[in-house]
């Protein structure tokens, strides 16, 4: 029997930059899932990319006073 092999997850610049935020904030992803009204899963899946979630992402960046480049595409 083969083991898999984990892969290591690539964050996202947003990703990213909102973590570290929320480190200089001593947040929480959850804490900010609250703020932010979403679900904590919710919050994973715009992470993750599985959900757009071009509103909440402006909304994240305006809470947490982060630059709006990090919403262009690709960045």
């Known amino acids: 029997m083969e083991l898999k092999k ?3 997850k690539i964050m996202s610049r947003f990703e990213k930059e909102v ?3 929320l480190i ?3 947040m929480s992803l959850g ?3 609250s703020e932010m009204q979403i679900t ?3 919050l994973y ?3 993750n990319g599985n959900r757009p979630g071009d509103i909440q992402k402006e909304k994240i960046v305006a809470f947490l006073g982060l630059d709006r480049s990090i919403l262009a595409k690709g960045a």
């Open 45 to 47: 899946d715009i992470f």
């Open 6 to 8: 984990f892969e290591k």
């Open 19 to 21: 973590r570290k935020a």
């Open 31 to 33: 804490d900010l899932a």
């Open 40 to 42: 904590l899963s919710y």
């Open 24 to 26: 200089d904030k001593d």
